[in-house]
T-cell receptor, first 113, second 114 residues
């Protein structure tokens, strides 16, 4: 089955600095990679995603890169703000029925004002 | 448009008791999912459904049952709760259309089994 590893588990940055979170996956058939932001006491919210036929995608201060050969993808947040503080999860879609996903173990990001 | 809703938000059970968690979505999504979230382990799939009247096992199905009698609802049942089922449970849904993969999550149910 798929195995998604996520690093680091915790990350602290100064406001205005950049934050990078990395994930690796094992199944070369995985074709869709979303990133979720989870604030305390709430459900995960999709913030950006990338498909296997794309190398990079950007949405304002957030970007995701994908290296299919190395089987890793990364989330980049620039000009971080205190409201970016949350837990971030990566996921990889399984090439199987039911649109199933494997999730990483999460990164707790703290942006220090 | 409420999206995905879950009831209850919190629940405390004694070992051996039973309960049902309700998930509802108003987006006409075909697929629905139940996950559990434990510290340091991310989200793990319990059961899922690809349409009304269908259910299938996920990664960690033991001790849980599900039903999808109506397209908009997905129920998760614990017949005899155990302390190991203390967790936060999330429901999610997606369209089930080829090439449309996004999953939308509910706010979660925090369950404690004593």
């Amino acid at each position: 089955g798929e195995n998604v590893e996520q690093h680091p588990s915790t990350l602290s940055v100064q406001e205005g600095d950049s934050a990078v979170i990395k994930c690796t996956y094992s199944d070369s058939a995985s074709n869709y990679f979303p990133w979720y932001k989870q604030e305390l006491g709430k459900g995960p919210q999709l913030i950006i995603d990338i498909r296997s036929n794309v190398g990079e995608k950007k949405d304002q201060r957030i970007a995701v890169t994908l290296n299919k050969t190395a089987k890793h993808f990364s989330l980049h947040i620039t000009e971080t703000q205190p409201e970016d503080s949350a837990v971030y999860f990566c996921a990889a879609r399984r090439a199987s029925t039911g649109n199933q996903f494997y999730f990483g173990t999460g990164t707790s990001l703290t942006v220090i004002p | 448009n409420a999206g995905v809703t879950q009831t209850p938000k919190f629940r405390v059970l004694k070992t051996g008791q039973s309960m049902t968690l309700l998930c509802a979505q108003d987006m006409n999504h075909e697929y629905m999912y139940w996950y559990r979230q434990d510290p340091g382990m991310g989200l793990r799939l319990i059961h899922y459904s690809v349409g009304e009247g269908t259910t299938a096992k996920g990664e960690v199905p033991d001790g849980y049952n599900v039903s999808r009698l109506k397209k908009q609802n997905f129920l998760l049942g614990l017949e005899s709760a155990a302390p190991s089922q203390t967790s936060v449970y999330f429901c999610a849904s997606s369209y089930g259309v080829a090439g449309v993969y996004e999953q939308y999550f509910g706010p979660g149910t925090r369950l404690t089994v004593t």
